[in-house]
């Protein structure tokens, strides 16, 4: 026998070490005997994973796959060539994009739709085949009744298949499959992660068919989640409800103090019902004054607690302009369509103390003021 032979074959006797964790299956195969097969197919830390956020969201199955868009990819996939997609007006930017391209490729036709309102949900096409939608939506944060837009749905073609992006709301203030929904889904990279530190996508369904035809597509397509982003994300999702708590309650005081200030001309919130959605995380929308908005990049680096970039709800707070962040791959005309200008303005909130959040955007707006040559109206104190 070989030195290098026996060296291939050495492994550690794991079975009697009942680690205090999962350890990282990092492995893309399994042996012949395993109730594993192949990590294209599934993995003990995605299975892991997969059964916290079923569990969370009360469904029967979940699926966990390498990031958000993958998700909402290989959900697009059950759409049949020359179907019919209908999507709401208001959505992440490259979300809409990622229709756009794909209804064009299969020949789908594409409806766009104002679902926020009875107008847009009087406009569903007699054909249609999936409706996807977020509520509460980036941007704006507005509401979409899910049993409503599941009722009106299904009476025109009970096959179709509505499909809510819950990123935003999470499973804990909002299930949309409670209210009708067929399919429920996630970018994980959120606040299921919450630590920037890893992406996910994650997808939800009670019917077992519907469960088959993804796991299938997943299988084939190769897009399920790593083994070791997965065993992160299963860590994050042990601190995910505190966190939540935090997010929520910093959000909740934040509310009417940018309500306050002389700098913001709007604040966008959630409708939280009680019913639908039971509460909110930290990520609002301002409106800036008109004057200001030449001036966003002072006000920008002047913040001494919130990060820029695309990163959002986690512990640390962040400041995005949708117009060239989230929804920069759309056309000027698609963002103005939408409403998307220069002065709307996407704030996170972390878990960083509520003080001093509350000081540092009152001395980054008075810092972008003072640009404009304007007095600040407010005592820093
Ligand atoms: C609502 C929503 N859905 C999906 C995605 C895409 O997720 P990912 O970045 O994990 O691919 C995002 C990303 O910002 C999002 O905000």
Redesign the pocket.
């Known amino acids: 026998m070989n030195i290098s032979t026996e060296m291939l074959h050495i492994r550690v006797d794991d079975r009697e070490a009942h680690p205090s964790v999962t350890p990282i299956y990092q492995c893309s195969a399994f042996s012949a005997d395993s109730a594993f097969f192949y990590s294209r197919k599934s993995n003990p830390n995605v299975t892991e994973l997969e059964q916290v956020v079923a569990a969370l969201e009360n469904s029967e199955y979940a699926l966990a796959y390498a ?6 990819y290989m959900v697009l996939e059950l759409l049949k060539p020359g179907g019919s997609l209908v999507i709401n007006k208001y ?2 930017g ?2 809409y994009k990622l229709f756009q391209r794909y209804a064009k490729r299969i020949g789908a036709q594409l409806t766009i739709l104002d679902l926020t309102t009875e107008d847009g949900l009087n406009k569903l096409p007699p054909e249609v085949d999936m409706v996807i939608f ?1 509520t509460p939506t ?1 941007p704006f944060l507005k509401d979409i009744d899910i049993h409503d837009v599941s009722e009106a749905v299904k009476k025109i073609n009970p096959q179709a298949l509505v499909v809510v ?1 819950n ?2 709301a999470t499973p804990l203030f909002q299930k949309p499959l409670m209210f009708g929904a067929d399919i429920s889904l ?5 606040y299921f992660s919450g630590h920037s530190d890893v ?3 994650l997808v939800l369904v009670n019917d077992h068919e519907l469960y088959n035809r993804l796991l299938e597509g997943r299988f084939y397509s190769g897009s399920i989640l790593t083994p070791h982003s997965a065993w992160l994300l299963r860590r994050s999702m042990q601190t995910f409800s505190l966190r939540m708590e935090k997010h929520s309650s910093t959000t909740a005081v934040m509310l009417s103090y940018l309500q306050s200030l002389p700098f913001i001309e709007h604040v966008y919130f959630p409708n939280i019902d009680g019913k639908q959605l039971v509460g909110y995380g930290g990520i609002v929308f301002v409106d800036i004054r008109s004057d200001l908005v030449d001036h966003y990049k002072v006000f920008t680096s002047a913040l001494k607690w919130f990060g820029t970039g ?1 990163g ?1 709800a986690c512990v640390t707070s962040m400041v995005a302009q949708p117009f060239s962040g ?1 929804h920069a791959s759309m056309s000027d005309q698609e963002k103005a369509e939408m409403g998307i200008g220069k002065g709307l303005v996407r704030l996170c909130f972390g878990l960083e103390d509520l003080e001093d959040l509350k000081e540092d955007l009152l001395q980054a707006f008075q810092t972008m003021e003072s640009r404009v040559g304007i007095e600040s109206v407010l005592d820093p104190a």
């Not at 996630?186 to 959120?190: G, L, N, Q, R």
């Open positions: 990031t958000g868009m993958s998700a909402i959505i992440y490259c979300s977020e980036n992006d990123t935003w996630y970018s994980a990279t959120k992406m996910g996508g695309t959002m989230s």
